[in-house]
């Protein structure tokens, strides 16, 4: 392993040595049959084409190192970045979405030809 990479791989265990969920509802923490869980992926990145991070749910700003949130079910707004390794660009999206407690959602990117684009962002449920 070659110097840079070395830094990259340490740069990103600091980076997401915090990462974590945020709770997006009022009031003490509920079972997780109750709430919905939305994740996207760290701010950094190791080798990584796509990268898609959330950036605010229901206009309430996510933090750098957070990466998963919980909300309770129902509609939400997703602000989402998109960005792209090859050609350094980002693009934003908004998403309308419903979600049901007790899922897990994983937000996907759509590439355009060859990885060089971000056309869009859907959130998928994981089973």
Same mark, same amino acid.
């Given at each position: 392993?070659?110097?840079?990479?070395?830094?990259?791989?340490?740069?990103?265990?600091? !980076?997401?040595?915090?990462?974590?969920? !945020?709770?997006?509802?009022?009031?003490? $923490?509920?079972? &997780?049959?109750?709430?919905?869980?939305?994740?996207?992926? &760290?701010?950094?990145?190791? @080798?990584?084409?796509?990268?898609?991070?959330?950036?605010?749910?229901?206009?309430?700003?996510?933090?750098?190192?957070?990466?998963?949130? +919980?909300?309770?079910?129902? +509609?939400?707004?997703?602000?989402?970045?998109?960005?792209? !390794?090859?050609? $350094?660009?980002?693009?934003?999206?908004?998403?309308?979405?419903?979600?049901?407690?007790?899922?897990?959602?994983?937000?996907?990117?759509?590439?355009?030809? @060859?990885?060089?684009?971000?056309? @869009?962002?859907?959130?998928?449920?994981?089973?």
């Amino acid at each position: 392993m070659t110097l840079r990479s070395s830094l990259l791989v340490l740069a990103t265990a600091v !980076a997401c040595g915090g990462c974590m969920s !945020a709770q997006l509802y009022d009031g003490p $923490k509920r079972d &997780p049959e109750e709430v919905a869980r939305i994740s996207g992926d &760290p701010v950094v990145t190791a @080798g990584s084409p796509i990268t898609v991070i959330l950036r605010r749910v229901d206009g309430q700003d996510i933090g750098l190192t957070q990466t998963t949130v +919980e909300l309770l079910e129902g +509609e939400h707004s997703l602000l989402v970045d998109c960005r792209i !390794a090859e050609t $350094k660009s980002t693009s934003r999206h908004e998403l309308k979405v419903e979600v049901f407690g007790g899922r897990r959602y994983r937000l996907r990117a759509e590439s355009g030809a @060859g990885l060089r684009g971000c056309s @869009g962002v859907s959130l998928e449920a994981q089973d």
